[in-house]
């Protein structure tokens, strides 16, 4: 089993900026990508960027070059950093696990709220 523990999120304002902070324990040698979704009230939760274990990422179309997904191996820690923030943004932010042989990402956080005022 895999505990991943999500911090960083808060109230901003638009173009603001946040890191999220991703820590991983226990059997993380199973992960093969680690990915960030996010479910805003009244919608299904989306994929907003992944990253693999060869380093390779992947954003939303939403996201992109506002959004930037990087890892520390060391710290076992995952980070989103998310600049130019949109009131579109708003939303409770999960980490998830893709493990070795699955293609779903598992999440298991209680998610971190994210905030955008405009």
């Known amino acids: 089993q895999v505990q991943l523990v999500e911090s960083g999120g808060g109230l901003v304002q638009a173009g603001g900026s946040l890191r999220l902070s991703c820590a991983a324990s226990?059997?993380?040698?199973?992960?093969?990508?680690m990915g960030w979704f996010r479910q805003a009230p009244g919608k299904q939760r989306e994929l907003v960027a992944l990253i693999t274990s060869g380093g390779v990422t992947n954003y939303a179309d939403s996201v992109k070059g506002r959004f930037t997904i990087s890892r520390d191996n060391a710290k076992n820690t995952v980070y989103l950093q998310m600049d130019s923030l949109e009131p579109g943004d708003t939303a409770v932010y999960y980490c998830c696990a893709r493990y070795r042989d699955y293609t779903a990402f598992t999440c298991r956080g209680q998610g971190t709220q994210v905030t955008v005022s405009s």
């Open positions: 226990g059997s993380i040698f199973n992960i093969n990508a």
